[in-house]
T-cell receptor
Framework: SQTIHQWPATLVQPVGSPLSLECTVE??????LYWYRQAAGRGLQLLFY??????ISSEVPQNLSASRPQDRQFILSSKKLLLSDSGFYLC????????????FGPGTRLTVL | AQKITQTQPGMFVQEKEAVTLDCTYD???????LFWYKQPSSGEMIFLIY??????QNATEGRYSLNFQKARKSANLVISASQLGDSAMYFC??????????????FGRGTQLTVWP
């Protein structure tokens, strides 16, 4: 069966500090991978998606970047965090032919102070 | 651009009653998918139901059914026989990527459902 991991689960960082959130998927190969952000009381906003190693597409201009160094690893980064980067970050995967729905990880709750 | 609208910030329903959560969408894509996810207070996203834009019948999954009205661009979720454990945030989402391999999802702002005994 497939599982998706995210770490850390929670993170408190000062403004201006760097960020690295990691997502890994087990039990599947060649998945599409996605990063979403959920601000407090809001829906999920698609930030980045990747259809393969080294292939990153950005949905919205922002202070964040993403990388996919391995097939089942997706990393969300920032060089200098802003207050507005606070939120709940969710990683998800989908693969054509494996059903219609995306599968989500447990999320990382980021607070920037 | 895709736009998903959920006009009900909060809904209340008594246990064992049915409830309808509204969702409208706007897209110019001819082929798309519609989804509903449940998010309990723990934050996990739980897939509930899917409807393809060319599906002839409304989707059903146990107590969940999707009332799909393509001409009105609406995809309301109906939960029958509500249970206390149904209390959660519910999100409607759309993927414009049917027929492609991108699989992107765009979400509404959600409806907080509270089931009371």
């Amino acid at each position: 069966s497939q599982t998706i991991h995210q770490w850390p689960a929670t993170l408190v960082q000062p403004v201006g500090s760097p960020l690295s959130l990691e997502c890994t998927v087990e039990g599947t190969s060649n998945p599409n991978l996605y990063w979403y952000r959920q601000a407090a009381g809001r829906g999920l906003q698609l930030l980045f998606y990747s259809v393969g190693i080294g292939q990153i597409s950005s949905e919205v201009p922002q202070n964040l970047s993403a990388s996919r160094p391995q097939d089942r690893q997706f990393i969300l980064s920032s060089k200098k965090l802003l207050l507005s980067d606070s939120g709940f970050y969710l990683c998800a995967w989908w693969r054509e032919g494996r059903g219609n729905e995306q599968f989500f990880g447990p999320g990382t709750r980021l607070t920037v102070l | 651009a895709q736009k998903i609208t959920q006009t009900q910030p909060g809904m209340f329903v008594q246990e064992k009653e049915a409830v309808t959560l509204d969702c409208t969408y706007d897209t110019s894509d001819p082929s798309y998918g519609l989804f509903w996810y449940k998010q309990p207070s723990s934050g996990e996203m739980i897939f509930l139901i899917y409807q393809g834009s060319y599906d002839q019948q409304n989707a059903t999954e146990g107590r969940y059914s999707l009332n799909f009205q393509k001409a009105r661009k609406s995809a309301n979720l109906v939960i029958s026989a509500s249970q206390l454990g149904d209390s959660a945030m519910y999100f409607c989402a759309m993927s414009p990527d049917r027929g492609s391999t991108l699989g992107r999802l765009y979400f509404g702002r959600g409806t907080q459902l509270t089931v009371w005994p």
